[in-house]
């Protein structure tokens, strides 16, 4: 067994649990991390997400409609998902509040699954070539560190803990090296990898646009934020050109 890739997914949880105790120890700032953290989900959806689905549907001949309905599903999931836990919260306290911990629990684990699938594309990358692989590897490591910052930018921002902030980042940390281990075991399909592409651009627009950037500005909106948030987007455009 080759076990280089479980190797690149532990430098994967070094790099996202690094992200998140940042965010957590800045949280007096939070709204500055938020506007920054929207335009890297920008930027990674843009730059980095969109590119590959770009390339995949090319290579393999895809339905390159297909992949934009899984787009949609997983931008509209969330919309629901989110929704119906609002409207439920409002009819327990009245609407008062407009954020709730089960939002942030369920981004967090949106983005552990991400992170997973992050760990089977190391694996995967590696089974193809050993180029192949370390160049996956270190785009993950690269935007790793954002993933840890934006799990625990979400969980804040929805009235969760610091302690449970700290638990779903070690989720979402710890389920790359779970993903790179998987792929020892088994293969996925490279349809099934774009259409998850697909799916998770649109739940990263979602939150990114109707989530972060609004909550970012609610209270404290100013030319600095913007400038953040460019930044933000134009960070990973840099990283994706050298990678």
């Known amino acids: 067994m080759n076990f280089v890739p479980i190797i690149f997914s532990i430098l994967t949880f070094v790099s996202t649990f690094a992200g998140g105790i ?4 800045n949280k007096s700032k939070i ?3 938020m506007a920054f953290a929207s335009g890297v989900l920008l930027g990674v959806v843009s730059f980095d997400i969109f590119p590959e689905i ?32 609002l409207i439920q919260h409002c009819h327990e306290e009245n609407c008062i509040a407009h954020k709730h911990p089960q939002i942030g629990v369920a ?17 995967l990358g590696f089974q193809v070539n050993p180029v192949a692989g370390v160049l996956i590897a270190i785009a993950v490591i690269s935007h790793d560190f954002t993933d840890g910052m934006n799990t625990v930018t979400l969980m804040l921002s929805n009235r969760n803990s610091d302690k449970k902030a700290k638990l779903f980042l070690l989720l979402v940390a710890i389920t790359p090296v779970l993903g790179a281990i998987s792929t020892l ?31 970012a500005h609610a209270e404290h909106s100013s030319y600095k934020l913007m400038a953040l948030t460019i930044l933000g987007t134009l960070l990973i455009f840099i990283i994706t050109r050298f990678i």
Not at 61 to 84: D, Q, R, T, W
Request: charged content about 10%.
């Open 22 to 25: 940042f965010a957590i120890k």
């Open 31 to 33: 709204h500055y991390i």
């Open 54 to 85: 770009i390339s995949q549907v090319k290579t393999y001949n895809f339905n390159s409609i297909e992949i934009m309905i899984a787009l949609v599903f997983g931008f509209l999931l969330f919309h629901v998902l989110e929704k119906s836990i």
């Open 107 to 123: 981004s967090a684990l949106a983005l552990a699954g991400h992170s997973f699938m992050d760990g089977i594309g190391i694996g």
């Open 185 to 215: 075991f088994f293969t996925v399909s490279p349809y099934f990898l774009t259409l998850y592409l697909g799916f998770f651009a649109g739940f990263l627009l979602y939150i990114g646009a109707s989530d972060i950037l609004p909550e």
